[in-house]
């Protein structure tokens, strides 16, 4: 059974950071696209950030871009959302999700993603 657990959401100032993690299990995830999405009150899930199989890809939403650093570690089956310069409009649920139907590219719309984390809340106060 697949399973993905996000941490480290919390409240933060404008300004500073957060580093989300996303531990996965039930498969082996090496082989798979994983990315970060998050969806505020009232508005649509979006794509944050995505990255390879291998980790030598990413792809950010240009909202983020500078500003946030996905990465993986396959040995752990972990993936990390490294926030900073947050501010209060990256208010939003984190979800981590993961892509099992390819190795690259990393696709943008949630529709390619087939398992999904509860979420995270991140609140940034300005």
């Known amino acids: 059974q697949v399973q993905l657990v996000e941490s480290g959401g919390g409240l933060v100032q404008a300004g500073g950071s957060l580093r989300l993690s996303c531990a996965a299990s039930?498969?082996?995830?090496?082989?798979?696209?994983m990315g970060w999405f998050r969806q505020a009150p009232g508005k649509e899930r979006e794509f944050v950030a995505g990255?390879?199989?291998?980790?030598?890809?990413?792809n950010d939403a240009d909202s983020v871009k500078g500003r946030f650093t996905i990465s993986r570690d396959n040995a752990k089956n972990t993936v990390y959302l490294q926030m900073s310069s947050l501010k209060p409009e990256d208010t939003a649920v984190y979800y981590c999700?993961?892509?099992?139907?390819?190795?690259?590219?990393?696709?943008?719309?949630?529709?390619?993603?087939?398992?999904w984390g509860q979420g995270t809340q991140v609140t940034v106060s300005s």
């Open positions: 999700a993961v892509d099992t139907d390819r190795r690259w590219p990393i696709l943008v719309r949630a529709t390619a993603y087939n398992y």
């Open positions: 039930g498969r082996t995830f090496s082989t798979c696209v």
């Open positions: 990255i390879s199989a291998s980790g030598g890809n990413t």
